[in-house]
C-alpha cells in the first residue's frame, strides 16, 4: 500500500471516529476519488478550515506567523486533512482571501450607502473602509498588503472584479450629484485616484507612522480624503 492510500485510510479512520462521538456533524458532503479509494470531502471541516485561517490571521494583523498545523489545530483536523480542501497553507489564504474581500466590500459599500451627516462621498467612502482597516488589520492586509503566492483563484478574480464595478458604480454616482460635465474626470479615472489616495494614507495609518494617537490620525485622514474628493470631483481636464 502506497503512502497516499495510508493516508487517505488514516483520514477517513480520524473522520468517522470524531463523527461518531459528536464532536462536528458532517452536513453536505461530496465524494472524490484518490486513486481507486473514495474520500469524503466535508463541508463542515472546510468551513472551519477557512474560518480558523481567517481567525489566525486577525490574531497575527496579517499572515506573518500563521501555521498550517496551527489552522489545522484551530479546525480540529490534522494538517495533513487539509491538503483536502486547499493547496496548503497557500490555498487556505486565498479561501479567506474571498470571505475577506466579501465582507470588506459590504462595509465600504455601506458607509456610502447611509453616509453621517455632513459628509461628502470621499469621507463617506473613507469612513467605511477605515473602520474596516481599524477593525480588522489583518484582514486589510490581507486583502490589500500581503504578497500571495500564485494568481488569484477564478473564484477570487470573480469577487474582485463585482467589488471593483460596484465601488465605481457608486463613483459615478456621486459624480452625477456633483454635476460633472463632460470636462470632468471619467468616473473611472476619479475612482482610481481617489481609492489609490486612500491606500497610501491606510498604509501610513495602520502602521502607527500618522502618529501614536489613532483617534486622531483617523479624524484627519477623513478630513483629506473629503478635501480630495472635492478636488477630483470639481476637476476639468481638457480633452
Known sequence: MNTIKILVHFTQY???YFQARGIYSWGLTKFITIGKLPMVMNNDTKTR???????AIEENKGCKGVSLRGIAKAAGCSHVN???YADGLDGLYWLAYIEALRAFTAQALAGVAAPLP???FGEAAAGGIVAFALEHEGLYRLIWFEDLSGEPPEAVRADIALASAAY??????????????TDSLAADEAADYFFAYL?????LLINGRLGPDRGVATAEVLARCRTVWTILAHARIAR
Open 49 to 55: 478550515l477557512v474560518d480558523a485561517t481567517l481567525a
Open 14 to 16: 480520524c473522520e468517522y
Open 168 to 181: 465605481r458604480a457608486e463613483v459615478a454616482k456621486a459624480l452625477s450629484e456633483e454635476g460633472a460635465g
Open 199 to 203: 491606500q497610501g494614507e491606510l498604509s
Open 82 to 84: 487539509a491538503y483536502h
Open 118 to 120: 455632513g459628509r461628502n
